[in-house]
């Protein structure tokens, strides 16, 4: 049997196979039998039909199983798309509608509660951001996890009974499509990023790279599929968390299972860090390095994290979905320079950086995605829609996005100058600068929403952001500042400006 090989499938080859490489609640698996069992798994998925090409969308948990379906697909050199089915039940309708796959590989769980009415009825009520499946556009439909009643004509992936595989490996070339995800947002018509197997590959070694490079980096704990493959690709020992699990237990499992390393963007860091100050107590000193990722990565949060953070590295990635990694930086480094903007540190060393007329970041490198589903190809350099500048060392220092720029009279304002600088204010826990614009005025309103601790009124911010070690620009003070919940959206929770600026336009 032919088999497709790639980058990260010819590292799991080359790891020992005696090591562990995920440990998920009771159950582990080594390299070897990680190898094995996808072996395996790609002849039952040709032996059903599937081929090179066909596009496979894939909604299952991150662990054991993910892992086999994920290398299996790879090895038929078919298109993964990865669609979180929390995104919202419209917005994911609309992707699948786009994507109109071939094959799912679904958890059967999801199967269960898309085909039962009473079931779903009671869990939406209660729980009201359970995943929802909308039926699919009639694929082959592939089921993991334990035995379900579900009516609908699928394979259950229990256990795959193929055994004495040895398949002849073919190498698949670099520039075919590999896999497509999903920018976050809502916008309405939904963009589907393509990347390739060396666009993706790219950014994965790049980060291996900076994994071996520090001793420290053994093992890693998550919950999402990216960082289960770049563990795996590291030889780390990847450990399976439940992302709704409280502070305290994530705390415990970090000390019980010696984890080094964590990803993630500050939003999943802050719980912890309010538990252990609420305990008096510090990260657990087996944690080596922490990444966080999903830019800005405000001082006000760096303020909270790096008293908690003993011996441990703190690392700023920037990216985004259309090329992984841009840049990175030291986190006590930017809080140390305090700079005028979201300083991000260095661009990787195959990242080509230029810079438009009005200061958007174009950035080219072997990481750049192919190009958005449905469309041919992608401009270089590619524009981030961020606005930037270098310092005097070279380093990227964000000045805000391009579509948030509020031109008040003459003056250009980029909220992101002066959001690190309000959040620092005590008693400010997050907040956002939105313009809404005044008919009488013939101009911009700038509206100051904050979330807080309840005991700050508008005018003590007023007189914080006038004078002192939190002044702003004149220019850039609100107009009016209003107490409410920051809307969010995606999986890094980032605060979604266009649904608060909608909610401000409601407001009398």
Known sequence: MKLFDNHL????????????????????????????????????????????????????????????CLFALMMNGVVIALVDPQMGRENYKQKLRQLNPDHAVLDSRLMLIREHPLLRWVLTRFFPKIPVLPFLPAPSIFTTGIRLPVFTRHVHLKADTLTDLNPEWETIPAEEDFFITYTSGTTSEPKGVVHSYRSLSQSIGLLTQMLRS?????????????????????????????????????????????????????????????????????????????????????????????????????????????????????????????AKGDWIGKPFADVELSFSDEGELGISSPQIFKRYWGQDTVTLPFPTGDLARLDEEGNIVLLGRKKDMIIRGNFNIYPPLYEPIICSIPGIWDAALVGRYNEEKSDEELILVVESDGKMKAGDILDRLRSGPHSIDREALPDQIIFMPLPRCGRHQKIDKKLLVQKLLQMP
């Open 9 to 68: 499938i010819a590292a799991l080859r080359h790891t020992d196979p005696a090591k562990k490489l995920i440990a998920e609640g009771a159950r582990s698996i080594t390299a070897g039998e990680l190898l094995k069992a996808s072996i395996q798994r790609a002849a039952l998925f040709r032996n059903k039909g599937m081929k090179k090409g066909d596009k496979v969308l894939i909604a299952v948990p991150s662990g054991i199983d993910l892992a086999i």
């Open 214 to 338: 520090n001793a420290g980096h053994r093992s890693l704990a998550t919950h999402l599929p990216h960082y289960l493959l770049i563990g795996i690709n590291a030889g780390l020992e990847v450990h399976i968390w439940k992302e709704a699990w409280s502070p305290s237990v994530k705390l415990n499992f970090i000390e019980d299972r010696h984890i080094s390393t964590l990803f993630g963007p500050p939003s999943e860091f802050e719980p912890m860090i309010r538990e252990l100050k609420q305990n008096q107590s510090r990260i657990p000193s087996c944690v080596a390095g922490i990444f966080l990722g999903s830019a800005p990565v405000p001082l006000s949060f760096l303020e909270k994290i790096l008293p908690l953070a003993g011996h441990a590295d703190l690392t700023i990635l920037y990216g985004m979905t259309e090329h992984l990694l841009i840049a990175q930086g030291d986190a006590r480094k930017k809080f140390s320079r305090k």
